[in-house]
């Protein structure tokens, strides 16, 4: 472990006189898919295979294309594959890269998680090592399966697939695989293979008309000159992936195009069918009140948990008990001597009320008559960190979990953008040790419901200076913000 105060100053807040990151300690659940897709662009309906021109070209990339063309992504961006695995030959042969989203049971268009991964010649989608399944740190349960590409147009299915440990089959080349929306898949001689022909990438195969394919193909080898032949490319406007993009003459991409709308009627379109967005990793629900009658916004995410989207702000345990509110130094730092539950608001000046919310010593955490609404708890540390490994990992996260700007947050408030929801809020805390505040605007300090050894607690921390979000534990007499999750 590392000596680490995080600016605190020199009070003894952290436990064994040093920080314990927590992320990592606890191995986070997962499920695994194995998609089976076709692109039609390179399929070959004499061998059953797709054409893998582009490895063998050398023109595949080590890293996954689709962040850098600007695909909308929840998660599984910025990954790499290596050398060996793009020189395997015969039907493991890789010929792209394809991308995998995972969709919220309840909706085909809420993206919950995104993965890039690799198709090989025999349709087979593997992770970037080239052989074992996508994995998703998500727990077991049922989700909608999506298969996107650069040029081609996407599919999801049309049902839920329960997927676990082990992983599922989801095999979108067989016709008896239902999929959303109407002729979302073409069939080739009883295979079912996706619509090649999307060059400019805007989830829409169009030969004439304003931001058709035809013209991408043709701006691509210059834009004048339609016997032009670009070479060696790896590019969109490949749409049959033969490392070529040509605009007449044998195997061009034209032809492609004209092919995937019908072939006869120049002015028709074929539109992708699977739904857009959102991308989130929560989405808006009713709220939930608490005894007090104070009403907080609640976001569910993609992982089933439901939580609270502001801090707590309760005086009352829910059976309608008070919890005591200590202003004074003594009364707080001696409150540990009968494990007094207690709240205050920042520097006892109840204007901090709103928007921060009031601080909780551990002991009104772990109360049984429930500083939360009723049907709600204090989320304990495995129910954090499982919450963690869905949205991704704690690097980066506290910038995701934080209220963007500088009203709340003192300068710079490092990656803020609030992307999943939590709209954290930096209330500052109080010390155990001696009752004083300290941390508004710097520090936002967050309760778990487990305890740790030593009458101390584990607690996550979001900082104005880091995207970081950062697991220890702390004195259990230490005033933190709250959030409820949903029992």
Known sequence: MTTHRNDLGMKHVLAFCCTLTLTGLIAQSGITVSPRVF?????????????????????LPLQEPYSALGFAMLGGGGVSTNTSVLSATGNNAIVD????????????????????????????VVATNGSSPVSFGLPAGDYYVAVRHRNHLGVITANTVALGAAPSLVDLTL???????????????????????????????????????RDAILSAIGGVIPTNVLSNVYTSEDVNMDGLVKYVGLNNDRDVVLQTIGGTVPTATLDQ?????????SVPEPGVTDIDGNSYPT?????????????????????????PNYTGSMQWYGADAGSIGAWANYANDGQNDLPFGKLYNWYAVTDPRNVCPLGWHVPGFEEWESWIGYCGGSIGLGGKMKVPGTQYWTSPNTGAGNETGFSGMPGGFRYGEDGSFSGLGIHGFFWSATESPGDWAFYYSLSHNSALLDGYTIDQRTGCSVRCIRD
């Open 97 to 124: 890269w394809v991308l995998v989203e995972l969709r919220h049971a309840t909706d085909h268009g809420w993206v919950i998680a995104s993965r890039c991964a690799l198709v090989q010649r025999d349709g087979d």
């Open 175 to 213: 016709p008896g695989t239902a999929v959303f929306g109407t002729n979302a898949r073409k069939n080739v001689e009883g295979t079912m293979v996706l619509w090649p022909g999307d060059a400019n990438m805007d989830g829409e195969v169009k030969y004439v008309g304003s931001g058709n394919d």
């Open 39 to 59: 692109l039609g662009g390179p399929y070959d309906s004499g061998t059953l295979l797709m054409s893998d021109a582009l490895r063998v070209q050398g023109l």
């Open 299 to 323: 976001i569910i995410f993609g992982n089933g948990q439901e939580w609270m989207a502001e801090n707590l702000r309760t005086a009352n345990y829910a059976n309608g008990d008070p919890v």
């Open 273 to 281: 069918q699977v739904p857009a967005g959102p991308y989130a990793y």
